[in-house]
């Protein structure tokens, strides 16, 4: 079978890591849990926090798109059934995310493990509890935010996969919209309700996952006159623009008091995007994200989303604060020198422990994350 492999698709990963990264990177130099906020001109990046968020929105959708296109080729069928299915997923995402786990504790344990006044803090207090929650992949539910505060959403991911099978079918037997109606109202319904430690389990992302898996689904079996008639480029255009303009807008605890809002128009608005950029292979959508370094980064951009937080403590703390310069200073030599150095690492990570199960999961296909 030929390869799957869309180089627009990675590069929209590396910008939704990227500013996941620039945003972490804003949250290292300026703790909002302590009310500090940046001067001019840096004050506008007080909007990060949620954009950064958002920016797993853009994952999530993007995972759903890429686990459903195999099956665009079997008529929507998931051949072999769920196990096969879930014992693909688990070698794939658990050896790095089980290496990142390892790594994020050793150094807890050994340079990152005090108390700094940092955003790391919640990260490094570290109870048995966390260790459970995070093997078991429950720490979106149990003990989110310890060893590491980037993991919660692969929990979320994870958790997801078990439905994969259900909403595949479904697809097929109610069609997307119906699909995607039900699996938002079921995630919301958590979301939205008062019962402890599962309404910020985010499971509203699942509505955003099969939205993901819905657009795979009309680009490659839905109607090509369809597809190509509907305004797309629009309803991305207006979707994505309303969440940055309601971001702006709002103060940012406003904005993260809206997440799941803002996490629904951005998912249709990604959803949109992948569709818009798969109407046209040669469009300036497609183009701009298959820019080679986009591709190149977001090809191991799991592995820079596993151990970039830790990272990030590990420059700031040792490379960046004991020269006593401003928290402005700090967040340019973050961007602009920590980048390039956690880019390395991430792709030394990736070599050493995503790239091995990459084929062996995907039976060849590497587009699956």
């Known amino acids: 079978m030929e390869r799957l492999r869309l180089d627009h698709v990675d590069g929209m990963r590396a910008v939704a890591a990227l500013v996941v990264f620039l945003n972490h990177a804003y949250f290292q130099t300026w703790c909002y849990f302590y009310d500090r906020f940046p001067p001019a001109p840096f004050a506008f990046l007080s909007h990060w926090l949620a954009i950064g968020h958002l920016a797993v929105s853009v994952f999530i959708v993007i995972s759903g798109f890429c686990l459903y296109l195999p099956l665009t080729r079997s008529e929507g069928v998931l051949r072999g059934g769920a196990m096969p299915f879930l014992r693909r997923r688990a070698r794939r995402i658990l050896p790095p995310y089980f290496a990142a786990l390892a790594l994020s504790l050793v150094l807890i344990a050994t340079i990152i493990g005090e108390q700094t006044g940092s955003p790391w803090d919640a990260s490094a207090r570290v109870r048995g509890i966390d260790i459970a929650s995070h093997v078991l992949l429950l720490q979106n539910v149990f003990g989110t935010g310890r060893i590491n505060y980037a993991f919660w959403s692969?929990?979320?991911?994870?958790?997801?996969?078990?439905?994969?099978?259900?909403?595949?079918?479904l697809l097929v037997r109610i069609g997307p919209l119906a699909t995607v109606l039900a699996s938002l109202a079921l995630g919301y319904s958590f979301t939205l309700s008062s019962v402890p430690r599962l309404d910020h389990a985010n499971f509203h992302y699942l509505g955003l996952f099969?939205?993901?898996?819905?657009?795979?689904?009309?680009?490659?079996?839905?109607?090509?006159?369809?597809v190509r008639r509907f305004p797309w480029p629009a309803v991305t255009a207006a979707h994505l623009l309303t969440a940055t303009?309601?971001?702006?807008?709002?103060?940012?605890?406003?904005?993260?008091?809206?997440?799941?809002?803002?996490?629904?128009?951005?998912?249709?608005?990604?959803?949109?995007?992948?569709?818009?950029?798969?109407?046209?292979?040669?469009?300036?959508?497609?183009?701009?994200?298959s820019f080679p370094p986009l591709v190149s980064v977001g090809r191991f951009s799991y592995s820079l989303y596993l151990i970039h937080a830790p990272l990030l403590q590990v420059l700031w703390l040792y490379a960046l604060k004991p020269l006593g310069i401003g928290d402005a200073a700090i967040y340019v030599a973050l961007v602009l020198g920590g980048l390039?150095?956690?880019?390395?690492?991430?792709?030394?990570?990736?070599?050493?422990?995503?790239?091995?199960?990459?084929?062996?999961?995907?039976?060849?296909?590497?587009?699956?994350r």
């Open 154 to 169: 692969i929990a979320l991911e994870w958790q997801i996969y078990f439905l994969f099978p259900l909403i595949a079918v």
């Open 210 to 226: 099969a939205l993901g898996m819905a657009a795979a689904r009309i680009c490659y079996m839905g109607s090509p006159e369809a």
């Open 245 to 289: 303009a309601l971001v702006f807008y709002w103060d940012w605890r406003t904005a993260i008091a809206h997440w799941p809002m803002l996490d629904l128009i951005v998912g249709f608005g990604t959803a949109a995007l992948l569709i818009t950029a798969a109407r046209s292979p040669a469009g300036l959508v497609t183009r701009a994200f």
């Open 340 to 368: 390039p150095l956690i880019l390395a690492a991430s792709y030394a990570f990736f070599r050493a422990f995503e790239e091995p199960f990459m084929g062996r999961a995907s039976g060849g296909r590497k587009q699956d």
